[in-house]
């Protein structure tokens, strides 16, 4: 089955700087990749996704890459605000469901 | 609704008690899914629905834990019988079609069992 890897689990910059989170997967079928944002006490939010047949997509401040031969997808968040602090999770599908890493605690110092 | 509601948000059980865990997805998604997260780890898969039905419980970690969806909308997360090792968040989540990965969380619900 999926199994997916993902670090750092933290990362602490300045506000204004980047943050880079990458993951890696097994399964080589696997066609969808979400991050998701988890905020204390709420349940995890779809910030951005990318599918197999392209390579980078962007969403204002965040991006996401996707290297279907080495089977690695990254986070790329740009001109850090504190409000990004959070835990970020990547996911990709297992049998019928996400199968999510184990998160990176991302800190924006002010 | 507009979102995924959770409920209660927060239950304190005692080692032994039966617990039931209500989740109310968003109106006409089809797909439902009941998530572990225990502290400082990601959410694990426990089962998921397709309407009514349960297509997949593979990630009930023992026949304690049960789950139903009659209706094909509410969800209950039944745990018989818990113990302290069932102490985390429960997450669901549903999306609109079968295979669509797109998830919409609830807040959880945080079970502490004493």
């Known amino acids: 089955g999926e199994n997916v890897e993902q670090h750092p689990s933290t990362l602490s910059v300045q506000e204004g700087d980047s943050a880079v989170i990458k993951c890696t997967y097994s399964?080589?079928?696997?066609?969808?990749f979400p991050w998701y944002k988890q905020e204390l006490g709420k349940g995890p939010q779809l910030i951005i996704d990318?599918?197999?047949?392209?390579g980078e997509k962007k969403d204002q401040r965040i991006a996401v890459t996707l290297n279907k031969t080495a089977k690695h997808f990254s986070l790329h968040i740009t001109e850090t605000q504190p409000e990004d602090s959070a835990v970020y999770f990547c996911?990709?599908?297992?049998?019928?469901?996400?199968?999510f890493g184990k998160g990176t605690k991302l800190s924006v110092k002010p | 609704g507009a979102g995924v509601s959770q409920s209660p948000r927060y239950k304190v059980a005692k080692r032994g008690q039966d617990v039931a865990l209500r989740c109310d997805p968003i109106?006409?998604?089809?797909?439902l899914f009941w998530y572990q997260q225990a502290l400082g780890q990601g959410p694990e898969f426990l089962t998921y629905?397709?309407?009514?039905?349960?297509?997949?419980k593979s990630g009930l970690p023992s026949d304690r834990f049960f789950a139903e969806r009659p209706e094909g909308s509410v969800s209950t997360l039944k745990i018989q019988r818990t113990q302290q090792e069932d102490s985390a968040v429960y997450l669901c989540?549903?999306?609109?079609?079968?295979?669509?990965?797109?998830?919409?969380f609830g807040s959880g619900t945080r079970l502490t069992v004493v």
């Open positions: 629905f397709q309407n009514e039905a349960q297509l997949d």
């Open positions: 399964d080589s079928a696997s066609n969808y």
């Open positions: 109106s006409g998604h089809v797909s």
């Open positions: 989540a549903s999306s609109h079609s079968d295979r669509e990965y797109g998830y919409t």
């Open positions: 990318i599918r197999s047949n392209v």
């Open positions: 996911a990709a599908p297992g049998e019928g469901n996400l199968i």
